[in-house]
Antibody
Framework: QVQLVQSGAEVKKPGASVKVSCKASGYTFTSYDINWVRQATGQGLEWMGWINPKSGKTGYAQKFQGRVTITRNTSINTAYMELSSLRSEDTAVYYC????????????WGQGTLVTVSS | EIVLTQSPGTLSLSPGERATLYCRASQSVTSSYLAWYQQKPGQAPRLLMYGASSRAIGIPDRFSGRGSGTDFILTISRLEPEDFAVYYCQQYGGSAWTFGQGTKVEIK
């Protein structure tokens, strides 16, 4: 079945960068876009950006422009989200989610990766 | 950026009751770009509805969605114990996605 498995929890200091991975299985990796969404504790969902694994084309939410980079490695069916210049407000669970070509909804989602930013 | 406002913030209901959740957009949203998700504590969101009114695979028919333009509604006809959760609406427009702030459906 279609599955997205994310890397484990991270603890980072303010100013550092974090790179979260999202490994896809059960389908052709290049057939579906991957989106990244974050959720601070007790808060709502916030879209960060997407990548088309086939072309490598990306799109980012204006809020994260210049601070987030989404990449992929098609040889291992994995997408990555790197967030730089971390601050305490970036403490959140980060999710990857698949999106079909021409579709606007996200399904399925990865299990989430907790990133904690603390000095 | 299109802002989605969900209401109410919290809905306190008993099993078997009907739940009506609202999602209002700051500007018109293409219906085919409106989705709903369910999220339970400690879990990732799960797709419920897409295209405003189409149920995702495996979603029971007690869930229904409707709406157009700026106003969308998710209805749960008879609440089951597993339906108590947080629900989010989502839209795509202007090359960006946004989510509502969520409605928590809690046991009364």
């Amino acid at each position: 079945q279609v599955q997205l498995v994310q890397s484990g929890a991270e603890v980072k200091k303010p100013g550092a960068s974090v790179k979260v991975s999202c490994k896809a299985s059960g389908y052709t990796f290049t057939s579906y876009d991957i989106n990244w969404v974050r959720q601070a504790t007790g808060q709502g969902l916030e879209w960060m950006g997407w990548i088309n694994p086939k072309s490598g084309k990306t799109g980012y939410a204006q809020k994260f422009q210049g601070r987030v980079t989404i990449t992929r490695n098609t040889s291992i069916n994995t997408a990555y989200m790197e967030l730089s210049s971390l601050r305490s407000e970036d403490t959140a669970v980060y999710y990857c989610a698949s999106r079909g070509s021409g579709e606007s909804w996200f399904d399925p989602w990865g299990q989430g990766t907790l990133v904690t930013v603390s000095s | 950026e299109i802002v989605l406002t969900q209401s109410p913030g919290t809905l306190s209901l008993s099993p078997g009751e009907r739940a009506t959740l609202y999602c209002r957009a700051s500007q018109s949203v293409t219906s085919s770009y409106l989705a709903w998700y369910q999220q339970k504590p400690g879990q990732a969101p799960r797709l419920l509805m897409y295209g405003a009114s189409s149920r995702a695979i495996g979603i029971p028919d007690r869930f229904s969605g409707r709406g157009s333009g700026t106003d969308f509604i998710l209805t749960i006809s008879r609440l089951e114990p597993e339906d108590f959760a947080v629900y989010y609406c989502q839209q795509y427009g202007g090359s960006a996605w946004t989510f509502g702030q969520g409605t928590k459906v809690e046991i009364k």
